[in-house]
T-cell receptor, first 115, second 114 residues
Framework: AQSVTQLGSHVSVSEGALVLLRCNYS??????LFWYVQYPNQGLQLLLK??????LVKGINGFEAEFKKSETSFHLTKPSAHMSDAAEYFC?????????????FGQGTELSVKP | DTGVSQDPRHKITKRGQNVTFRCDPI?????LYWYRQTLGQGPEFLTY????????KSRLLSDRFSAERPKGSFSTLEIQRTEQGDSAMYLC????????????FGEGSRLTVL
């Protein structure tokens, strides 16, 4: 079985400050890990993903995440927040080699950016 | 290709009525997924297809829900005898079934049951 826990349903940062969104996963098999972003009234858009290889992955819009197997974590960071980063962020876990196909999502973290 | 498209984008219905949503995946994708998202929650998996075969169904998919993908292209999700608890955003996603695992999502169909 797989599950995802996102710590903090709402995170607020000032523009230019570090963004840190936390994600912990549980998986009985080697995982694929994803971060998606959802803007109001839009679908989910992939930010970045970890499949195999390098544990620090870079995504769009300056975001990056590090897979830490020992901590079962995949936290999302961005050095400097922009107003346009305000959105809902979802961490998701899937099975390596795409077995089973589906992704399991966390409950989401809403990011607010203050001017 | 313009991505995953869903229709209608919004549906308001009265309790007890039937509703149907349609999803057109990215054309070369052989896998299609349905998720449900309620306010303040992450997407919850409902079911998925590989080509025309429905390979997995969540226990969330009660017997009032049925999904089809008759020719392995578009899919429909029907909800019979709608209840107020069915009010949610219904998301469709597709993937190529490759080892990357990435899902491509449509913008969703929002259902409101009065």
């Amino acid at each position: 079985a797989q599950s995802v826990t996102q710590l903090g349903s709402h995170v607020s940062v000032s523009e230019g400050a570090l963004v840190l969104l936390r994600c912990n996963y549980s998986s009985s098999v080697p995982p694929y890990l994803f971060w998606y972003v959802q803007y109001p009234n839009q679908g989910l858009q992939l930010l970045l993903k970890y499949t195999t290889g390098a544990t620090l992955v870079k995504g769009i819009n300056g975001f990056e995440a590090e897979f830490k197997k020992s901590e079962t974590s995949f936290h999302l960071t961005k050095p400097s927040a922009h107003m346009s980063d305000a959105a809902e962020y979802f961490c998701a876990v899937g099975r390596q080699n795409n077995q089973g196909g589906k992704l399991i999502f966390g409950q989401g973290t809403e990011l607010s950016v203050k001017p | 290709d313009t991505g995953v498209s869903q229709d209608p984008r919004h549906k308001i219905t009265k309790r007890g009525q039937n509703v149907t949503f349609r999803c057109d995946p990215i054309s070369e994708h052989n896998r299609l997924y349905w998720y449900r998202q309620t306010l303040g929650q992450g997407p919850e998996f409902l079911t998925y297809f590989q080509n025309e075969a429905q390979l997995e169904k969540s226990r969330l998919l009660s017997d009032r829900f049925s999904a089809e993908r008759p020719k392995g292209s578009f899919s429909t999700l029907e909800i019979q005898r709608t209840e107020q608890g069915d009010s949610a955003m219904y998301l469709c996603a597709s993937s190529s079934g490759s080892n990357t695992g990435e899902l491509f999502f449509g913008e969703g169909s929002r259902l409101t049951v009065l």
